[in-house]
Nanobody, 111 residues
Framework: QVHLVESGGGLVQPGGSLRLSCVASETIYSMGWYRQAPGKQRELVATVTFEGATNYADSVMGRFVISRDNARNRVSLQMNNLLPEDTAVYYC????????WGRGTLVTVSS
């Protein structure tokens, strides 16, 4: 299983920005982010393939940007115009057939 190490997250006011990063222990086809808010199921945020094809949840389209550095096995998520409903634990995701998850990093959007 691929080992994933996340960084970033924290507390930010509504309208603010945060950047999440995740480094994988090896090259893997698809990487991205999911999130889980209290009392809710884990949901897709955004993914990006090795070739750069991206997929976003409707709720973050136009506000979040996912990017990938294949040389460093790193995926990043730039989150802009954050809303209180973006508050969740964000999990790094990787899949090359088998799915791997990071430990999660908390993002809190509150004034």
């Amino acid at each position: 299983q691929v080992h994933l190490v996340e960084s970033g997250g924290g507390l930010v006011q509504p309208g603010g920005s945060l950047r999440l990063s995740c480094v994988a222990s090896e090259t893997i086809y698809s990487m991205g982010w999911y999130r889980q808010a209290p009392g809710k199921q884990r949901e897709l945020v955004a993914t990006v393939t090795f070739e750069g094809a991206t997929n976003y949840a409707d709720s973050v389209m136009g506000r979040f940007v996912i990017s990938r550095d294949n040389a460093r096995n790193r995926v990043s998520l730039q989150m802009n115009n954050l809303l209180p409903e973006d508050t969740a634990v964000y999990y790094c995701y990787a899949s090359g057939g088998e799915v791997s998850w990071g430990r999660g990093t908390l993002v809190t959007v509150s004034s």
